[in-house]
C-alpha cells in the first residue's frame, strides 16, 4: 500500500479526533474507507457469471451479487460491483449456473421429520409383507418392552386395504407398537398397545376422533373389535402411553432434519411442530426452549425456522412476543397459532358437503367444535397473531373462511394475513373467496403424488376433477400461494413440488391430472420463495434476492434457464445461508 496514503489518513483521523471534537466520526470512517480498502467497508464476497433469479418481478435476472455480513450488498452485473472488492474479498463463480434464493417450506414438523428419519419407516412401502419385515427387523433391534415407533405408510400404495393389528401381532408379542400414517391422522397400534392403553371395542370414540372396529361378526371376530387403527383425536389413546422423547433425542432430530433440509435446499421452514389431534400442545413450547433456543445460544442453528404454536395456547404466545419481539435472532421468527378444522382424505376424515364415495354415511370429521375455534380465533386475530387453519376437506374450507370473514368483520381491518393449510379440495366458487378475502393458501403440490388415485376412489371422479388442488384458480384469484411439503407426511423436496406444480403428472399416470391447473416454472418458483415469505410476514428479510436480503441462496446445476425451465434433472449444488456455504 502507498505509504503516503497511510500518512495522510493518519493525519486526518488526527485532526478530527483532536483538533475537531464536533465533527461527526461517521464521516471521517467514510472517508478513511475510501482511502484504504477494508473488508469491515467492502464485500465479503462477490458471486458472479451466473444466472440469478431474484423473485423480484420489477429485476427478476441478475449475473452477479455482493455479500456482506450475511446480507446482499448490491445485486446487478459484475461490472457494477468492482468498487465494492477490496482487500479480503472473496469471488465464487458461478459458472453460467442458475441460482435462485434459498427455498422456504412454508409446513414442515421439523422435530417430527428429524425423530421419523431414525424409526421405522414405511413410505412408499407398497406390500402387506415389506411391512411385518420393517417391524420385526426394529424388535429384533430393541429391548423387550421398549416402544417400537414408525410411520409413513400409505394403505392406498397396496390397494386400499387398511392395515390391522393382527398383521403384526405375531412379531410383536413383547413390545408395544405405533405406526402412524403418511398423513398423521390415522396410526395402526398393535394389541399390546392397545391393552395397555385399555382400548377395548366398549372404548368410546372421543369428540373429534374414531377407534375403527372390525365389522359385527366378521370372519375372526364374533363381534365388533378394534382393529388397531386411531383416528386424529383418538390417537391420544395411545400417544399418552408412548414415553416422551428425551431433549438429546429432539435436539439431535433438529439438526438431522436441518442438515437435510439444506441439501434440498431449504435454507428456511415454517414449523408447525409435533402437534395435531391427540398430541399434546406443550410439545411445541417445550421444542420450542429446549430444541429452539438451545441451539440458537449455543451457535448451532443451521436453517431459518419461522415457529407456530398450536392455538390454545395463543395467549402464551401473544406474552412471549410482548417480552422478547418476533424476531428473536435471524435464525427464530415467532410466527403465529395453529389449528385444525378437519381431518385427512386418506383417513376419511376431511370434512366434506357430501359424503365419501367409498364410504357413502361419511362426511368425515369436524375435530374443533366450531364455537371453540371460532372464540380462539377472534382472540388470537385480536392480539394480532397470525393464525392458520388446517382446512382439506371443500366443508372445512368453507367453514373457516366463513370464520375468517366473521373474525375480519369483528376485529377490524388490518394485515393480518389469515392462512388455511393444505386447502385441498374446494367447493365451486371456493378459491374466489381466497383471493377476495386475502386468505393465504398454504398447499403442498407434492400431496397431489399421493391423493391423485385416492381422491378418485373417494370422491368419485367428477368432484375429484373439479375441486383437488386448484393452484392456478386460487392464483387468478389473487390468492397468495405458499409452496410447502407437511414433512414428514412427504419429503422437504422444493424443486420436485415445482415440478409436480408444472406438470401435474402422479405416478404409473401418462397425462397430467386436471392439466388446467398447471403453473409455470415462474409462479412455482415464486410460491416456494418470496411468496411463502410473505405468508408468514418475513417477505423484508428473506424469500428474495435484491438489496437488504440475507443473503439465503442456492446454486443449481443447470447452465442456462432454458435447462432449468424444461429439462427435469435439475439438483441442488450448493446451499448458501447468510452468503456462507452450509451445503455440501
Not at 410383536?172 to 398397545?193: E, F, I, K, Q
Not at 366378521?218 to 365388533?224: E, F, I, K, M, R
Not at 451457535?299 to 419481539?325: D, N, Q, Y
Request: charged share 20%.
Amino acid at each position: 500500500m502507498n505509504l503516503s496514503i497511510v500518512n495522510l489518513a493518519s493525519i486526518a483521523i488526527f485532526l478530527s479526533v483532536f483538533l475537531f471534537p464536533s465533527f461527526n466520526s461517521t464521516y471521517w470512517l467514510k472517508w478513511r474507507a475510501s482511502l484504504i480498502p477494508s473488508t469491515k467497508f467492502g464485500a465479503d464476497l462477490i458471486v458472479k457469471n451466473g444466472v440469478i433469479f431474484t423473485s423480484d418481478p420489477s429485476f427478476p435476472f441478475a449475473n452477479s451479487m455482493a455479500i456482506r455480513d450475511g446480507r446482499i450488498l448490491r445485486i446487478g452485473n459484475y461490472s457494477s460491483l468492482q468498487d465494492l472488492s477490496g482487500y479480503g474479498t472473496k469471488e465464487l463463480n458461478l459458472e453460467g449456473k442458475v441460482v435462485v434464493p434459498g427455498f422456504i417450506d412454508s409446513h414442515v414438523h421439523l422435530i417430527s421429520a428429524g425423530l421419523q428419519m431414525a424409526r421405522v419407516q414405511l413410505k412408499g412401502v407398497n406390500w402387506k409383507d415389506e411391512v411385518v419385515r420393517r417391524v420385526k427387523e426394529a424388535v429384533l433391534n430393541a429391548k423387550r418392552g421398549s416402544w417400537i415407533l414408525g410411520g409413513g405408510w400409505n394403505n392406498d400404495l397396496w390397494g386400499g386395504e387398511l392395515p390391522m393389528a393382527s398383521w403384526i401381532d405375531e412379531v410383536t408379542p413383547d413390545n408395544p407398537v405405533w405406526l402412524t400414517r403418511m398423513d398423521g391422522h390415522m396410526g395402526l397400534a398393535n394389541s399390546v398397545a392397545l391393552k395397555l392403553a385399555g382400548v377395548t371395542n366398549l372404548t368410546k370414540d372421543p369428540n373429534g376422533g374414531k377407534i375403527v372396529q372390525t365389522a359385527d361378526g366378521d370372519c375372526l371376530h364374533d363381534h365388533a373389535e378394534p382393529t388397531g387403527l386411531l383416528i386424529d383425536a383418538a390417537m391420544e389413546l395411545i400417544l399418552s402411553w408412548i414415553p416422551e422423547v428425551s431433549v438429546d433425542e429432539r435436539r439431535e432430530a433438529m439438526l438431522r432434519a436441518s442438515s437435510f433440509a439444506l441439501t434440498r435446499g431449504v435454507t428456511t421452514v415454517v414449523d408447525v411442530g409435533r402437534y395435531f389431534p391427540g398430541s399434546s400442545v406443550e410439545h411445541s413450547w417445550q421444542d420450542f426452549s429446549d430444541v429452539y433456543q438451545w441451539a440458537d445460544s449455543s451457535g448451532k442453528m443451521k436453517i431459518r425456522v419461522c415457529l407456530f404454536f398450536p392455538m390454545g395456547t395463543w395467549s402464551r404466545l401473544h406474552g412471549e412476543i410482548h417480552r422478547a419481539g418476533r424476531a428473536l435472532s435471524n435464525w427464530i421468527y415467532l410466527g403465529g397459532v395453529k389449528a385444525f378444522a378437519d381431518g385427512s382424505l386418506g383417513s376419511n376424515s376431511a370434512l366434506f358437503h357430501e359424503p365419501y364415495f367409498d364410504d357413502p354415511h361419511n362426511y368425515g370429521l369436524q375435530v374443533l367444535e366450531f364455537e371453540s375455534l371460532f372464540n380462539m380465533t377472534i382472540s388470537s386475530d385480536m392480539s394480532g397473531l397470525q393464525v392458520a387453519i388446517h382446512a382439506i376437506g371443500d366443508k372445512a374450507n368453507d367453514l373457516i373462511l366463513d370464520m375468517y370473514e366473521s373474525v375480519a368483520l369483528k376485529n377490524g381491518k388490518r394485515d393480518r394475513r389469515f392462512r388455511i393449510e393444505h386447502a385441498q379440495h374446494l367447493a365451486p366458487g371456493t378459491a374466489d373467496r381466497f383471493g377476495q378475502q386475502g386468505i393465504v393458501a398454504s398447499v403442498q403440490p407434492d400431496h397431489l403424488l399421493d391423493d391423485a388415485d385416492a381422491a378418485i376412489r373417494k370422491l368419485g371422479v367428477d368432484r375429484a376433477q373439479k375441486g383437488s388442488y386448484l393452484f392456478r384458480s386460487l392464483l387468478s384469484s389473487n390468492a397468495l400461494l405458499a409452496f410447502g411439503s407437511d414433512w414428514p407426511v412427504t419429503s422437504t423436496y422444493p424443486l420436485r413440488a415445482i415440478r409436480t406444480a408444472m406438470n401435474r403428472i402422479p405416478p404409473g399416470w401418462d397425462t397430467a391430472w386436471i392439466p388446467s391447473e398447471h403453473l409455470s416454472l415462474n409462479d412455482a418458483l415464486i410460491a416456494h420463495t418470496i411468496s411463502a415469505a410473505w405468508a408468514c410476514f418475513l417477505e423484508n428479510e428473506i424469500g428474495s434476492l435484491s438489496t437488504g436480503k440475507l443473503a439465503d441462496f442456492v446454486i443449481l446445476s443447470s447452465d442456462s434457464w432454458d435447462e432449468f425451465a424444461t429439462g427435469g434433472s435439475t439438483s441442488v449444488n450448493a446451499t448458501y445461508v447468510g452468503g456462507i456455504q452450509a451445503y455440501p
